[in-house]
């Protein structure tokens, strides 16, 4: 894991924020130099921390390098009070509600399986929970993209 001092992690907090922040108004924000904030950047981006546009976070890069897909059957009554149960827990990356076997979906990330399992603890804690199943991810082949579905729209609108 890399160390991160709060300036590091003032700067990555601001970005995830507002991904278009000009440097500027980072350092400005953050009560440093605008070239302090832009050689920190430049760090981050050098690092794999941010990626090369600078706004995107490698989660692995900090620290958090056990992904898992959790899917959690849940009481339907409750499906609400779940997802809002899951929005409190910080290593829940995102949640969607599925067809077929279960009812909802999440990728969470961890930095050790010890730390997962705390993570899918506190899920289970959760009101309407009924139980879970977790696959863990060992490599990712292909990340998050959306290049080229825009390119396809772009060459079938003559772009």
Partial sequence: ????????????????????????????????????????????????????????????AVGYDVVAFVTIEVS??????????????????????????????CRVVATDTHNLQTALRQVLRIRGVIRTETVLALHTHIPYRTEPLISGLSKAAGG
Avoid: C
């Fill in 76 to 105: 339907h009554r409750e499906l609400d009070g779940v997802v809002a149960g899951l929005r409190t827990i910080a290593q829940v990356l995102e949640v969607h509600e599925i067809s077929g076997r279960g009812d909802v979906w």
């Fill in 1 to 60: 894991m890399n160390n991160l001092d709060p300036t590091d992690l003032k700067i990555l907090l601001a970005l995830i924020r507002d991904p278009r922040i000009q440097v500027g108004e980072l350092g400005d924000s953050l009560g440093v130099a605008r070239n302090t904030a832009q050689t920190r950047v430049k760090r981050l981006i050098r690092s794999g921390i941010l990626s090369h546009s600078g706004r995107e976070v490698d989660l692995e």
